[in-house]
């Protein structure tokens, strides 16, 4: 069963759990002043333009996915504003761009992973948490928050994914590449045997305590 969204808010203290699908085709989308969105395990949130998830009041809403948040039409950008994205499932971009703004990012469990097909990116340019997490596919992963942390913790599995401005820290083992063109390290970083952590661009580097 599908549910379409389009120029719309939730009410204080709403909660809406979807275990189907829900399509989102236009308007923005307001999560405001304590408000709720759960995808279950198996169920598919589609963003089909390049909409804005936003909340505008303050309290800390929270959009919790554990099934599968996909963009999936249009080129341009989906911005996402809301005080807690927790991802348990799969952010997936088939086409365009997902940059989390204002708010933070939050990751946990078995499984929680950031993909995109070439020519995509998913940008964080803001306070995230990643513990455990895969970045997969040909699309760019891009850390670009220079005035929050980022903490990484556990094992790291990194394809495409760039360390660009900002301090990452925590405790945390890479299986992978990651490209660190900017930015500090401030982390106790194991590269595991065969992965790569490789310092490029012109941007400053920085080693942290």
């Known amino acids: 069963m599908s549910s379409y969204l389009r120029d719309t808010t939730l009410g204080f203290g709403s909660v809406i759990t979807n275990a189907g699908t829900v399509t989102w085709t236009g308007g923005q989308f307001n999560l405001d002043n304590s408000q709720t969105f ?3 395990p198996g169920a598919l949130f589609d963003v ?15 959009f919790r996915n554990e099934g599968t948040y996909r963009k999936s039409a249009g080129s341009g950008t989906n911005i996402i504003h809301i005080g807690s994205f927790l991802n348990q499932g799969v952010v997936d971009v088939v086409t365009g761009v997902i940059r989390f703004g204002n708010g933070s990012v939050t990751t946990s469990g078995a499984g929680n992973t950031f993909t995109g097909t070439s020519g995509t990116s998913i940008l964080f340019t803001q306070t995230s948490s990643f513990n455990n997490t895969t970045f997969s596919g040909l699309g760019l992963k891009i850390i670009a928050a220079p005035l929050a942390p980022i ?19 925590g405790t945390a083992t890479l299986n992978g590449v990651l490209e660190w063109t900017g930015g500090t390290l401030s982390p106790h970083l194991t590269v595991a045997a065969g992965s790569t952590l490789r310092l490029s661009g012109t941007g400053a580097k920085t080693l942290g305590g």
């Open 38 to 40: 759960y995808i279950l």
């Open 48 to 62: 089909q333009f390049d909409g804005t998830l936003i909340q505008n009041i303050g309290g800390t809403s929270t």
């Open 151 to 169: 903490t990484v913790t556990g094992t790291i599995a990194a394809t495409n994914l760039f360390h660009a401005s900002g301090t990452w820290q």
